[in-house]
């Protein structure tokens, strides 16, 4: 059993201590006060003997090496490993999401999932649009253009037969850049508990990786003209006409507070909103355009800027819309001797965290999505 299951237990027994006391059950309050007692005991135990390992000390004997033992067991705690790779440096002072075979530290799967959550509670434009993982620093992709097929034409007995269009084709190249931050960070944070390490760590990672690809995406979506849709009309005509059948079963709007809000005030003749939740995920919203219903996707204003009084809509199919060729994921590099621009790590008694990730953002299908606006009175 590790901390994190005493903890839990602990609160739940002071939980039911506190409902029993409540309802006036005294003497069975007391008898689980009792148990609490030994909870709390049984965690101030295993808490000295954890942190005696952690600091070469077995039994409270130091090793005759100095090197810190590793007892085999039943498991370990993952947030526990993150930290004490923080506080020393990740080991080998690399840190990438991979392997262990990479030489660095894996980061823990449940530290993995609390980025991801976060990501989602900010928004990630790019769980919108096309991931593609690539192994060179350069590369490209072929497609086919876009024609009606113009049919075969009538021949007449012995006549000669006309030749017909050949499909053309197109590429897009891809160029990997890299991006990358850098973090202080005290020894007296690297020093303290584990959560709070991890918080700040994964809240670091999270913020950085997601800005940095909302950065690079919508500036990707502004390299096409805007068009100004005025009104619920404008949206309609996008959907229906500018899109079209092609584009028909996957469309999506996204919009930032301001356009939800604009969303928010439409109705049809009889009166009826036509943004309502969606039946089959009532946490996300659609909107009514004719026998459709389009969903909506709503990013943060501080993330999706309205500009001028012009609300953001971008309409259309994403994930045809937009490519991401990502040829290395978020690598962490650490060193308290370090110094950059007016930090100097070993004056300061800090640990500097590098981050650094290459990918190239590109426009893969133009016709796919429409950069709508619409202006409204402040």
């Given amino acids: 059993m590790n901390l994190q299951e005493l903890l839990n237990q602990i609160n739940a027994k002071k939980l039911e201590v506190k409902n029993l006391v409540e309802h006036g059950k005294i003497e069975e309050a007391k008898k689980a006060k009792e148990e609490l007692v030994a909870l709390q005991d049984k965690y101030n135990i295993l808490k000295d003997i954890i942190e005696g390992e952690q600091s070469g000390m077995t039994n409270g004997v130091a090793n005759a090496t100095g090197v810190k033992q590793v007892t085999s067991g039943t498991g370990t705690d993952p947030i526990h490993d993150f930290a004490e790779a923080a506080r020393h440096g990740f080991y080998t002072n690399t840190m990438t999401e991979g392997t262990k075979a990479d030489g660095g530290y894996t980061v823990p799967e449940d530290i993995q999932t609390k980025i991801n959550q976060y990501k989602k509670a900010t928004f990630s434009l790019e769980s919108l649009v096309d991931v593609?993982?690539?192994?060179?620093?350069?590369?490209?992709?072929?497609?086919?253009?876009?024609?009606?097929?113009?049919?075969?034409?009538?021949?007449?007995?012995?006549?000669?037969?006309?030749?017909?269009?050949?499909?053309?084709?197109?590429?897009?190249?891809?160029?990997?850049?890299?991006?990358?931050?850098?973090?202080?960070?005290?020894?007296?944070?690297?020093?303290?508990?584990?959560?709070?390490?991890?918080?700040?760590?994964?809240?670091?990672?999270?913020?950085?990786?997601?800005?940095?690809?909302?950065?690079?995406?919508?500036?990707?979506?502004?390299?096409?003209?805007?068009?100004?849709?005025?009104?619920?009309?404008?949206?309609?005509?996008?959907?229906?006409?500018?899109?079209?059948?092609?584009?028909?079963?996957?469309?999506?709007?996204?919009?930032?507070?301001?356009?939800?809000?604009?969303?928010?005030?439409?109705?049809?003749?009889?009166?009826?909103?036509?943004?309502?939740?969606?039946?089959?995920?009532?946490?996300?919203?659609?909107?009514?355009?004719?026998?459709?219903?389009?969903?909506?996707?709503?990013?943060?204003?501080?993330?999706?800027?309205?500009?001028?009084?012009?609300?953001?809509?971008?309409?259309?199919?994403?994930?045809?819309?937009?490519?991401?060729?990502d040829r290395a994921k978020l690598n962490i590099m650490t060193s308290n001797v370090a110094a950059v621009g007016t930090l100097n790590a070993f004056e300061q008694d800090l640990t500097l965290f590098r981050g650094i990730e290459r990918f190239d953002c590109k426009i893969k299908d133009s016709d796919a999505f429409v950069n709508g606006t619409i202006t409204v009175t402040p």
Avoid at 138 to 159: I, M, N
Wanted: charged residues 25%; aromatic residues 6%.
């Fill in 132 to 325: 593609e993982t690539v192994k060179t620093s350069s590369g490209r992709r072929t497609f086919q253009k876009k024609a009606q097929a113009e049919g075969f034409k009538a021949v007449a007995e012995a006549g000669k037969i006309q030749g017909n269009n050949t499909p053309q084709f197109e590429i897009l190249d891809y160029a990997v850049k890299k991006y990358a931050g850098y973090m202080p960070v005290t020894s007296e944070l690297l020093a303290d508990s584990d959560a709070n390490i991890t918080a700040v760590l994964t809240k670091w990672l999270a913020e950085e990786d997601i800005a940095t690809k909302n950065a690079q995406i919508l500036t990707a979506i502004g390299t096409k003209a805007e068009t100004d849709l005025k009104n619920l009309d404008g949206i309609k005509k996008a959907i229906n006409v500018t899109l079209g059948a092609a584009y028909a079963g996957s469309v999506v709007i996204v919009t930032n507070d301001d356009g939800l809000n604009y969303l928010d005030t439409l109705v049809d003749k009889q009166g009826r909103y036509l943004l309502s939740p969606d039946v089959q995920n009532p946490m996300q919203m659609v909107l009514a355009v004719g026998a459709r219903k389009i969903p909506i996707r709503v990013v943060p204003n501080a993330i999706l800027a309205t500009k001028t009084n012009k609300i953001p809509f971008i309409i259309g199919d994403l994930k045809e819309a937009v490519k991401i060729f």
